[in-house]
T-cell receptor, first 113, second 114 residues
């Protein structure tokens, strides 16, 4: 059974810092991995999608990497801003590609001005 | 990417009543998904809704409690029936346009049962 873990659960940093959020999964047989952002009480906004054949994806200040063999992904946020404050969720798509995403518990980020 | 309009955004309901949540999509999609996010928790898949067939429910979720309709390729509803305070959660619909696309989520419905 696939399990997804995100570390740390919460993170508070001063504005301008570069930071790394971690996601690990127990079954390396995945189809893809997707990072989302969730603001309090709201829906999910997709940040980056990494297919199983890819090693990384970049969008603006965000960079996500994937190491399937070790069951790990990282989300790197450069030059953090107060507007980046949110919960970041990692979700794994199984190799069967059935459409069922397995989510981690999330990392709640606070960026202080 | 597709755009999903989810309604209502929030509601406060009395126990024992039912609430229907709607998701309208600006593209035709074969499969839509319904998730629940309990307070302080991550997302759990409730069911997969295919147009023209019965929804497929995950373990722990049943049709009598969470009936789903999928009348066409751009619309789906989830009903939370006979609600109790334990049903207080955020409910979200989701889709993807194809196998190599990422998932898009609706804005969520924040349900409080009193």
């Amino acid at each position: 059974k696939q399990e997804v873990t995100q570390i740390p659960a919460a993170l508070s940093v001063p504005e301008g810092e570069n930071l790394v959020l971690n996601c690990s999964f127990t079954d390396s047989a995945i189809y893809n991995l997707q990072w989302f952002r969730q603001d309090p009480g709201k829906g999910l906004t997709s940040l980056l999608l990494i297919q199983s054949s890819q090693r990384e994806q970049t969008s603006g200040r965000l960079n996500a990497s994937l190491d399937k063999s070790s069951g790990r992904s990282t989300l790197y946020i450069a030059a953090s801003q107060p507007g980046d404050s949110a919960t970041y969720l990692c979700a794994v798509g199984p190799s069967s590609n059935t459409g069922k995403l397995i989510f981690g518990q999330g990392t709640t980020l606070q960026v202080k001005p | 990417s597709a755009v999903i309009s989810q309604k209502p955004s929030r509601d406060i309901c009395q126990r024992g009543t039912s609430l229907t949540i709607q998701c309208q999509v600006d593209s035709q999609v074969t499969m839509m998904f319904w998730y629940r996010q309990q307070p302080g928790q991550s997302l759990t898949l409730i069911a997969t809704a295919n147009q023209g067939s019965e929804a497929t429910y995950e373990s722990g979720f049943v049709i009598d409690k969470f009936p789903i309709s999928r009348p066409n390729l751009t619309f789906s509803t989830l009903t939370v029936s006979n609600m109790s305070p334990e049903d207080s959660s955020i409910y979200l619909c989701s889709l993807r346009l194809g196998q190599d696309y990422g998932y898009t989520f609706g804005s969520g419905t924040r349900l409080t049962v009193v």
